[in-house]
């Protein structure tokens, strides 16, 4: 037997109340390592936390409510957490209109919470990763922007802009065991496409279950994985590159998105 | 997270040393049973005496076969009709010009470092699809998405199996077996070790000397200006073959370095 042992790690999760995020914390903590859940709002950091408490009695959960798709969000969390090891740049938000339809505002959002976001928080804690020479920065990327669609643009250009800031990020850990890495999230089970499933299914007079491959085969043409991926299955990819045993990848884009791709490279 | 790989069987090809000899011993310590391959009997031997003073309570099977030729799988397929996890890792390379190098060394590369994990793959994966459970990884090198003037052989040989591996997952959708590629970097093994060794006595350098002096001038943008061992390898491997990692299928995941100073 192995095991992935993150005892004595602090990680932080953005935008973890629900979803891949809160699958991230909640592998995080199994694995062994304090955590930090975090989300816009007071009332669904504190139900996150409470649940996360409740699954792991007397582990040490911070929940920390931040907008961070502004400066003064990152600010908030950054100062209520002086030191980080493992951190998790979850958070995002997709916005479905078309690209010329998009207004800047939409763009700029985006910009600002798909991707500047992850550039605020590691300002303040990547340079305590490099002198410590430990720790382990991941990005939730989207496996979308790498295919072209009209839609979405705003999410698929900034998701593709998060590629290239954590491929950069990775460059100022050049020589030391620090690592940053992307993992490649296709189209996963959450509250909010669940709802969109069912309102599929229910349009035909079908169940979810009943729809699921002609749902799937909507929204992930091709998908090798035949079903929606489950938060879980993109979470234990975290949890292993946060950990000691992925030493040697860095830098790199890891899939966990069911095939999707029909590329070779 | 654990990794109980206990009543399953792993066929790792090449693993009587380097990297591949890393996942034998993780794959064993992680609970499973381990199929080793090397050319020789003597290769084969001094490792299964290796793995199981580590540990003992493994079952181990050692399968000596050149995987350079047909007879070398259908030596493995005879010893082993079926398995749960198939590392294709064995594979060999050749140092040359690429207009001096003759057609012989390209159909001997094709043969061990692309079509040898044809053979396996053709016969274990139709198996593990009827049972809709297993895995099956392929090591490849970010030598295979690099220009290769001097090892030309070596980077067509694994660029095909890119393309077979991402192919051979199209048999899997609908299924829970995946088929996955790890991209490998500059790694400790027994040929590198061997090779810095000879030239540390030629220069009067010390081995550690001239693996910073590959890195600096070989692979000078990689992340962590070291070569990676075995064991890091060794790591993906076990997360890619365990149930954790059922949604990543037909992927290609890089225990590099991060050497590729690319996003793609």
Redesign the interface.
């Known amino acids: 037997?192995?095991?992935?042992d993150l005892g004595g790690k602090l990680a932080v999760v953005t935008g973890s109340t629900k979803g891949i995020g809160f699958a991230c914390a909640r592998?995080l903590l199994?694995?062994g390592a304090d955590v930090v859940v975090n989300g816009r709002t007071q009332a669904s950091v504190d139900e996150a936390a409470a649940r996360l408490r409740n699954a792991f009695p007397g582990r040490e959960v911070t929940g920390v409510a931040a907008d961070l798709g502004t400066a003064a969000g990152c600010a908030l969390l950054v100062g209520r957490v002086p030191r980080c090891d493992i951190l998790v740049c979850n958070v995002g938000v997709i916005a479905l209109e078309d690209a010329l339809e998009a207004p800047d505002e939409t763009y700029l959002r985006l910009f600002e919470l798909n991707c500047l976001s992850g550039l605020r928080l590691a300002r303040a804690w990547l340079p305590g990763m490099l002198a410590r020479n430990e720790g382990r920065v991941v990005f939730s990327g989207a496996q979308r922007p790498l295919m072209a669609y009209r839609g979405g643009t705003a999410y698929a250009a900034t998701k593709f802009a998060q590629?290239?800031l954590a491929?950069s990020m990775?460059?100022l850990?050049?020589?030391t065991a620090v690592?940053v890495n992307t993992v490649m999230i296709?189209v996963?089970h959450s509250d909010s496409l669940d709802a969109v499933a069912r309102d599929f299914a229910a349009a035909k007079g079908r169940t979810p279950e009943e729809d699921e491959l002609d749902f799937v085969e909507m929204v992930s043409p091709g998908?090798?994985?035949?079903r929606l991926?489950?938060a879980e299955?993109?979470a234990?990819?975290v949890?292993?590159l946060a950990?000691p045993?992925?030493?040697?990848?860095?830098?790199?884009?890891?899939?966990?998105?069911?095939?999707t791709?029909k590329?070779?490279? | 997270?654990?990794?109980?790989f206990?009543g399953r069987t792993a066929v790792i090809t090449g693993s009587s040393d380097g990297i591949g000899f890393a996942c034998a011993l993780?794959f064993a310590?992680?609970?499973a049973d381990v199929v080793v391959n090397g050319r020789s009997d003597a290769s084969v031997d001094a490792a299964l005496a290796r793995l199981r003073s580590e540990c003992p309570e493994t079952r181990f099977t050692g399968v000596a076969a050149d995987m350079g030729t047909a007879d070398g799988p259908a030596r493995i397929i005879a010893a082993v009709p079926d398995c749960d996890i198939l590392v294709n890792n064995c594979a060999v390379n050749n140092l040359q010009p690429m207009l001096e190098e003759p057609d012989e060394t390209f159909f001997r590369l094709f043969e061990i470092n692309f079509l040898a994990g044809v053979r396996l793959t053709r016969h274990y994966l139709p198996r593990m699809l009827e049972r809709n459970r297993g895995r099956v990884l392929f090591h490849n090198s970010e030598q295979s998405?690099r220009p290769s003037p001097d090892m030309a052989a070596y980077g067509v040989s694994k660029a095909a199996e890119?393309?077979f591996a991402?192919s051979a997952?199209?048999y899997?959708?609908?299924t829970a077996v995946?088929v996955n590629t790890i991209l490998i970097?500059p790694?400790r093994s027994a040929v590198t070790s061997a090779l810095h060794a000879r030239m540390a006595a030629e220069s009067g350098k010390t081995v550690g000397e001239i693996e910073a002096d590959f890195i600096r001038h070989v692979r000078p943008a990689?992340?962590?200006?070291r070569l990676?061992?075995g064991e890091?390898?060794a790591?993906?491997a076990?997360?890619l073959a365990s149930d954790?990692?059922?949604?990543?299928?037909?992927?290609?995941?890089?225990?590099?370095?991060?050497v590729?100073e690319v996003?793609?």
Do not use: P, W
């Open positions: 037997m192995m095991r992935i592998g199994e694995a590629l290239s491929r990775a460059e850990t050049r020589g690592t296709g996963t998908s090798l994985l035949q991926a489950r299955e993109v234990s990819f949890v292993y950990s045993l992925a030493s040697a990848t860095n830098g790199a884009m890891l899939s966990a998105e069911g095939g791709r590329a070779v490279y | 997270m654990i990794f109980d206990a993780a310590r992680a609970g998405l890119l393309v991402r997952a199209e899997t959708k609908g995946t970097g790694t990689s992340l962590i200006q990676a061992e890091e390898v790591n993906m076990i997360y954790h990692a059922s949604a990543t299928n037909g992927a290609v995941l890089s225990v590099e370095g991060g590729r996003l793609f």
